[in-house]
């Protein structure tokens, strides 16, 4: 049975998900990209995961810094969301546009999020046109309790929690 990418992201585009800005620092340079590919992997020992396209310019500032941040966005942040999406742009300018501080590694954690964790790269994975990068969690904390923003169906949704 032949099954094609479009049917893929067919169905992936009806699959709810949280959305989070994954970013790192590297030489002092802070940069992100909008990830909905993140997942809690394992509490003993404590990993996440996160899938990064090997053609976005985060990649591999990602995996030379070998830190990064996930940052769980709320529904009021569809903004900053759309900003570290946008393709057309190299992200240099966002952290300039973004209120953060830094965290224990470094990396950027973007004020009124609900959430951030942060993470030591341990074990990557080369998976097609993605790496999974896996890391070792040294922080995670609860900033809001803002309901999260949630991608679906190709746009953002509001959910009733
Ligand atoms: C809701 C949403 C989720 C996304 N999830 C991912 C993801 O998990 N991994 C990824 O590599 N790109 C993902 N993207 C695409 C990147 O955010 C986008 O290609 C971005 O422009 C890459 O930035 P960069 O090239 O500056 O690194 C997602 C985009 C959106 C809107």
Redesign the pocket.
């Known amino acids: 049975m032949n099954v094609s990418a479009d049917d893929l992201r067919a169905v992936m585009r009806v699959f709810p998900?949280g959305?989070t800005i994954?970013a790192t620092i590297n030489n002092g340079v802070r940069?992100?990209?909008?990830?909905?590919?993140?997942v809690s992997l394992s509490l003993d020992p404590l990993r996440v995961l996160?899938?990064?396209?090997k053609?976005?310019?985060?990649?591999p500032l990602i995996q030379e810094s070998g830190v990064y941040s996930v940052n769980l966005l709320s529904e009021k942040q569809r903004d900053i969301?759309?900003r570290?999406?946008?393709?057309k742009?190299?992200?240099f300018h966002c952290f300039f546009e973004t209120e953060y501080i830094s965290g224990v590694t470094g990396c950027p954690l973007i004020q009124g999020c609900i959430g951030h964790i942060e993470s030591r790269i341990v074990d990557e994975v080369d998976v097609g046109d993605?790496t999974l990068f896996i890391g070792s969690v040294v922080a995670a904390h609860i900033q809001s309790k803002d309901k999260p923003l949630v991608?679906f169906d190709g746009d953002y949704a509001a959910i009733d929690i």
């Open positions: 998900t959305v994954v940069r992100g990209l909008t990830v909905n590919s993140f996160v899938s990064i396209s053609s976005s310019h985060c990649y969301s759309s570290f999406a946008d393709p742009d190299d992200k993605h991608y």
